[in-house]
């Protein structure tokens, strides 16, 4: 089993920075790929960005590519979204996700993931 614990989340204007943590504990093998995904109102959830923990290899949506940034600290299990240039159309729940394996053409998949967050708010204002 695996818990997931995201944190940083705020409310910022338009074109300002915000970086998300996302802690996962319990079993270390279950969470070779982890991601994040976002909900905003009356929208399904989509895949924001994906890190395979061994090698390290990133997915991006082309919504937030070169905007958002992937990363992890293998030693503390945690993995972080830093946001760039944030706009209005960001504002969504954003939710950290794990999973033992995922294919690289499912990595920003929700269905392809058993382990996630709680959610925590991101707003941006214009």
């Known amino acids: 089993q695996v818990s997931l614990v995201e944190s940083g989340g705020d409310s910022v204007q338009a074109g300002g920075s915000l970086k998300l943590s996302c802690t996962a504990s319990?079993?270390?093998?279950?969470?070779?790929?982890m991601a994040w995904f976002r909900q905003a109102p009356g929208k399904e959830r989509e895949g924001v960005a994906a890190?395979?923990?061994?090698?390290?290899?990133?997915r991006y949506a082309d919504a937030v590519k070169d905007r958002f940034t992937i990363s992890q600290d293998i030693a503390e299990n945690t993995i972080y979204l830093h946001m760039t240039s944030l706009k209005p159309d960001d504002t969504a729940i954003y939710y950290c996700?794990?999973?033992?394996?995922?294919?690289?053409?499912?990595?920003?998949?929700?269905?392809?993931?058993?382990?996630w967050g709680q959610g925590i708010q991101v707003t941006v204002s214009s």
């Open positions: 890190i395979y923990i061994v090698g390290g290899l990133t």
């Open positions: 319990g079993d270390r093998r279950l969470n070779n790929v």
């Open positions: 996700a794990a999973a033992f394996t995922v294919p690289d053409a499912r990595a920003l998949l929700p269905a392809a993931y058993n382990y």
